[in-house]
């Protein structure tokens, strides 16, 4: 699913840099990343996505060359290849639980709202156990409720890769494995990849796979 | 058949109607009898001249109905005789530009009675200059009404002003002779007291030099005990031997009055016409009536 | 399709913030627009009514006084004139002139004692009832009407002025016998007698005897509509024919004359007439003091407008901040749509429909309010010159 290859990268005005030699995500894999603040776990998310284009290297995404596509054909890759799960939820105030769930699909032409697309929300929302809360606003929804919305938007367009930044960071203990079972659950249901920034080490041993992000930062100190 | 019948006088009758309505006259209202004369004079068959003022009923006192009001107020010409006479056209609401005073030229010789004392509510005493009413038993100066007439219609457009002109000469020539026939008839009465029954006949007296007291009876009334006395006070005062009524009274008042040496004579006072006669005509009666009465 | 969902389901959501940032957005389109049309209004109705008006004769003073009051029966109390200038116009044969007394007023109205020239030369119509019949009817204005809530049957008495100062002169109790039809004029809001009513309410005409008393009144065998007025006369069947006027009516006063001239040359004649400045009455064309009325209003209208766009530029510019703040605010959402790979100008699209949709809001809240200003203009206009005047 993913393929890093001698990846280097640096914000400009800064001193930090990654240097990821290799890295390689198999199909429906579901690897951790962990690594200590700053290490730029959160980085290679967004080198992934194509939100960030690296200095070197190549990343290949679902057999895409991410850093060689252009601006517009890297947000439509996104758009229709990754759905992204946030540490602080990011849900719209003024959309209700279902308008939150659809909203990829009013951001971009690359994906149709359609019947098909509003089914599976309802679908996804049922099989998180919100499926009556539809028509609540986020503020009307506990934090697990909000993260299941979440979860739900990010699954909708039926991506290959979840990317997951902290998603449980921001939950009581005993939601942060239900939650992440629940996403584990609607990924494997779904065929798609899970790739998860985390902190919570007690959730490790529910990947498949870790990867110590200290590893490349030593290395791009060297 | 019946029905053609009748929707040919329904159609008829329509016509008539329409016809009617199309060609309706100006109209002229006149508050007293000789104003409506000379009006008819004046206009021939021009317009409608009408004297509101039912028989029976003093023009001096009438009190128009709204009915009638209205009636007048749609006039094109109203006719007023001024001097104080038919105060209630100061109750009434006209148009003021279809007004005539018809005396407002000869205000000047105008007879002042005397004054009228009342008090109000609280507002103390006050009075009220009177004047007499009755100017058209003046012929002269029933002509300067005429005349009054003849410009308010001709600045009206209601005839036209040769018309018009040709008329009023006829007219004043009419009461002109009515003048002078008058004077000659009234010449041996000058001398002879004479007592009314009511205070209208001052123009007369002035025009032709008649010696007049005036009582305060009613109208073709049998006097009753006070008006007799009121009666003697003045035969005894002034010698008075002719009695002039404004309308036939009862057979017993004239017994009473001819008892007290008085020669009766009936001499209307033409605010309202007279049955049969045009104002001039009535007018010529009642003066050889007086001289008759003044020559026995 | 979908940035109009976006912007609309947010300005819903912000339901509070949007409607202040649309009504303000609304007012400042409307204001303007709005002041123009009831401007405009005006100045149609006030030069209408000075063009039909084509001569006035008063007394030498303020010939504003003397329009204002003879035209809008305003609170304006020129020296009255004396009926005899009334006469002297009607001898000369050049003009019909109609006097306009309207110095008392009824529960606010104005009570103008007229002839019934007025009602034709204004060509007032009497919806219900009838016209001016007998010395003390009332004939009122469909305004009157409506904010008195009185018609046909109904009465109503004068407001006691110590204007003449005449002792023993008690309010008059009129009946009202017609309503005049609407004309969105001045006539409105006025109650029309007979001037001869008008002289009997000044005390120079009077019946006898015939005052209804403070006892009556409390007995309830009267009824009163002000309630200040405690003893007031009343022309009845049985007192009508002692009414009488003292002196000549030719001293009799009215406020103002209007003048219709029989043609342009009587015009030119008689206004000569009036030229000498020794002369105590004067002779004016109201369309040109109406004329100038405009004028100075219309300079105090550039003025108001240039205090609307000041308000406007800094209303405007307060909404541009409430704007760019709520963007600062959305900054999060932008982030997060950017990494859901929303479409390039997604943001800007987003904002603009926001906008768009803020504005259109406004421009029909604006187009409704200027179409029921414009709508209602003439009756508003009649309404703020009588309460003008």
Redesign the interface.
Known sequence: MISVENLSFRYSATSFRLHVPAFTLGDHERVAIVGPSGSGKTTLLNLIAGILTPEAGRIDVAGTDVASLSDVQRRRFRASTIGFVFQDFALLDYLSARQNILYPYRITPALTLNAEARDRAEALAAACGIGDKLDRHPTALSQGEQQRVAICRALVTQPKLILSDEATGNLDPESKARILDLLFEQASEAGAAVLAVTHDHELLPRFERVLDFAQFRQGADA | MPVLKHLLAVWLFLFATAGATAQEQPRVVAVNHPLQYFAERLLGDDADVVFPVPAGVDPS?W?PA?AD??MI?SADLILLNGAGFA?WV????????KLVNTTAAIEDQFIVTESIT?S????GE?S?EGLASYTWLDPALAIAQAEAVAVAIT?RDLASAEDVDARLAALRRDLEALDAETAGALAGVANIAIITTHPRYEYLARRYGLSVTALEWEAGATPDEAGLAALRAIIEDKGAQVLIWEAQPSAAAFDMTGALGLRNVVFPPLAHGVDGSSYIEAFADAVSALAGAGSE | MNALYLAFAYLRYHWARSLVLTLVAALILLVPIATQILLSTSERALVARGDATPLLLGSRGSQLDLTMSALYFSDERPEPVAMREVEAI?DS?LA?P?PLHSAFSTAGHRIVGT???YF?FRDLTVSDG??????G?AVIGAEVAQTLGKGVGDTLVSSPENLFDL??VYPLEMPIVGVLAPTNSPDDGAVFV?I?TAWVIQGI??G??D?VTAAEVAAGSASVSNAAVVQYQRITDDN??S????GSQDDFPTTAVVVVPNDARASTILKGRYLDGENPSQLIAPAGVIQGLVDRIFRIKSLLDVVTTIIAVAALAAIGLAVFLSYRLRAREIATAVKLGARRGMVLRLLSAETITLLSLSAAIAAIGAAIVSQNAESWVGWLLALGA
């Not at chain 2, 100061?90 to 003021?96: E, I, N, Q, T």
């Not at chain 3, 009838?130 to 010395?135: A, E, F, K, N, T």
């Not at chain 3, 009414?243 to 003292?246: E, I, Q």
């Open positions: 006192f009190r709204i009001i209205s107020q105060t100061d109750r009434v609401s006209l148009p003021r530009s009342h109000h509510g609280d507002g006050h009220h600045a | 009607w044969g019909v109609i002839t019934l020239d034709d009838r016209g001016l019949s007998i010395l009817d002792d023993g007979d001869k005409g009077h006898h005897e005052v009508i024919d009414f009488h006027f003292h």
